[in-house]
C-alpha cells in the first residue's frame, strides 16, 4: 500500500462534519428565519441540499483523478494558465474565510465573555493556534479533526435534546414557505456555510480507498448538516420566527434558555460557549490548512510549514477590515454567496470538461 495514503473514509467523514459544524452554528436559525420565517428548517434543509450537489461533484472529480488534488488536475483539464487563475480564486476565498471566520469569533468572545478585551487580541490567538496546527502533516490534520468531532457533535445534540422540553409544535407552523421573496437568498446563504467540504479535494489524494470518498461525504454531509437542521427547527420551536429576528445569536440564546434536568446547571450558555470554540478551532483549522497547502501545490514548494505564518499578516488584516459586526454579517453573506461560484461552479465546469475530453487520472490499486 501507497504510505502516503493513510487517511481512512471515518477520518475523511470527520473531517466534514467537525469543519461544517463550526462558526455560523451562532447565526444560522436567524439566516434561515429572514429567509423563510417559521419554514427555517425547511430552508435549512434545501441549503443542505445544495451544498450536497457541490461536495458531489468535488468528490465525482476525486475519484476520477485520485492521485491529484484540484490544483493539480485543473491544470490537466483547461491548461497551465487558466488553472492558474481557478487556483488563486479558490486560494484567494479560502483566505477570506479564515479571516471571516475568525473575526466573527472575536466579535463573539468580546460581546459575550471578555468584554474588556480588544477584538484583535482574540482574533489574533485563535489565527495562532490556526497557523500553528496547519503545520503539521495531511495525516495529523485528519486525527485531529477524528479527535474533535464527537466533542463537538454529542454537546450539540444534547443541548437541542434538552432544548425540546420549552418547544412549542405551533411555532414551526406553518412549516411551508409562505413567500418567496428572499428565500433564494437564503438557501444560498446556508450553502455558503458547507463549503467547508471542499477540503476533501486535497483529502481524496491521501485516503487509503478514494471510492470510499462516497460514503465519507455521505455521512459527514448528513451529520454535520442534520444538526444544522434540529439546531435551526429547536430555536424556531422555542423562541418563534418572530422573536428570532431579534437576536443577534439564536443558537447562544438557545444554551441560555436550556438547563440540565435538576437544575444542576440552570444555564448550558458557558459550556456551549466552549465547545463552539473548539468547533471554531476545526473550521479554521480546515479553511487555513486548505490555503496554504493549495498554495504550496500551485507554486511546486516543496512544504506547507513555511507558509503558515507567512498568510498570517495578510489574513488578520482582512479580519480586522469590516468596520462593526453588523458590516461584517453583511460581507460574510456576500461573499458565502459568490464563493458558490467558486466551489461548486468550478468544479462543474472541471468535471463537464473532463468527461468531454474522456480525461481521468490513473486508477489506485487498493481502491
Not at 473514509?9 to 462534519?17: N, P, R, T, Y
Not at 484583535?120 to 497557523?131: K, N, P, Y
Not at 422555542?238 to 429576528?245: D, L, P, R, S, Y
Not at 505564518?309 to 459586526?325: D, G, K, R, T
Request: charged content about 10%; glycine content about 8%; overall charge positive.
Amino acid at each position: 500500500m501507497d504510505q502516503s495514503r493513510q487517511i481512512t473514509a471515518m477520518q475523511a467523514g470527520a473531517i466534514m462534519g467537525s469543519t461544517i459544524i463550526g462558526v455560523g452554528v451562532l447565526p444560522l436559525p436567524l439566516f434561515a428565519v429572514r429567509a423563510g420565517g417559521s419554514a427555517a428548517p425547511l430552508v435549512t434543509l434545501i441549503g443542505l441540499l445544495v451544498g450536497s450537489i457541490g461536495l458531489s461533484i468535488i468528490i465525482w472529480l476525486g475519484i476520477r483523478f485520485p492521485r491529484k488534488s484540484i490544483i493539480e488536475y485543473s491544470e490537466d483539464l483547461i491548461g497551465r494558465w487558466l488553472s492558474w487563475i481557478g487556483s488563486l480564486l479558490i486560494i484567494g476565498f479560502f483566505a477570506v474565510l479564515t479571516s471571516l471566520a475568525s473575526r466573527e469569533f472575536g466579535e463573539v468572545v468580546v460581546t459575550s465573555v471578555l468584554k474588556s478585551t480588544p477584538v484583535e487580541v482574540t482574533v489574533i490567538v485563535m489565527l495562532l493556534l490556526a497557523a500553528i496546527a496547519t503545520r503539521n502533516a495531511i495525516t495529523t490534520f485528519a486525527y485531529m479533526h477524528y479527535f474533535y468531532f464527537p466533542l463537538l457533535l454529542v454537546p450539540g445534540l444534547l443541548i437541542v435534546a434538552l432544548s425540546l422540553k420549552n418547544a412549542e409544535a405551533i411555532n414551526l407552523q406553518p412549516i411551508w414557505m409562505q413567500h418567496s421573496h428572499g428565500v433564494m437568498r437564503g438557501v444560498l446563504t446556508i450553502a455558503a456555510l458547507f463549503q467547508g467540504n471542499f477540503i476533501m479535494t486535497m483529502v481524496i489524494p491521501s485516503m487509503i480507498a478514494p471510492r470510499k470518498s462516497i460514503k465519507a461525504g455521505f455521512w459527514g454531509m448528513t451529520i454535520g448538516g442534520g444538526l444544522y437542521v434540529v439546531i435551526v427547527a429547536a430555536a424556531v420551536a422555542v423562541f418563534g420566527a418572530e422573536e428570532i429576528k431579534n437576536l443577534l445569536w439564536p443558537t447562544l440564546e438557545l444554551a441560555k434558555a436550556t438547563s440540565l434536568p435538576a437544575n444542576v446547571l440552570e444555564r448550558l450558555d458557558a459550556a456551549f460557549l466552549a465547545v463552539w470554540v473548539t468547533a471554531v478551532f476545526t473550521t479554521l483549522l480546515t479553511s487555513y490548512y486548505l490555503t496554504i497547502y493549495a498554495t504550496r501545490q500551485l507554486f511546486r514548494l516543496a512544504d506547507h510549514k513555511m507558509l503558515s505564518f507567512f498568510m498570517l499578516p495578510f489574513v488578520f488584516a482582512m479580519a480586522m477590515m469590516p468596520q462593526n459586526i453588523v458590516q461584517m454579517y453583511s460581507i460574510v453573506e456576500q461573499v458565502g454567496q459568490i464563493g458558490l461560484c467558486i466551489t461548486i461552479g468550478y468544479p462543474a465546469l472541471l468535471i463537464m470538461i473532463s468527461l468531454m475530453r474522456k480525461k481521468r487520472g490513473k486508477p489506485v490499486a487498493d481502491q
